[in-house]
């Protein structure tokens, strides 16, 4: 499984290549459409980014939630941990 702290990590690395965001602006807190302007299309892309490097399949109701970093991270750490669990 994931830490936290690696999740976050990948997903601003994603932020950074695809959405041309700097590392800087990103925290736990950030919001992807109030703080980095990226609307929900912008988030599903994000969330197949997430799903490539992640080998994940998220679900149309997890990517919804995924509106903010700190919710972007609970979802991922929720599926990796579980994937790691059934091993």
């Known amino acids: 499984a994931l830490s936290n702290e690696q999740i976050f990590a990948h997903v601003v690395g994603i932020l950074e ?15 992807l459409e109030a703080d980095l302007d990226l609307d929900s299309l912008d988030a599903v892309a ?9 080998g994940l399949a998220l679900t149309d109701d ?7 970093m700190d919710q972007i991270v609970a979802v ?10 059934a091993d």
């Open 62 to 68: 997890e990517i919804e939630r995924m509106r903010s």
């Open 46 to 54: 994000l969330a197949g980014f997430v799903e490539e490097e992640l």
């Open 76 to 85: 991922i750490s929720a599926r990796t941990g579980a994937a790691g669990k």
């Open 17 to 31: 290549r695809e959405f041309d965001v700097t590392a800087a602006e990103v925290t736990m807190k950030t919001d």
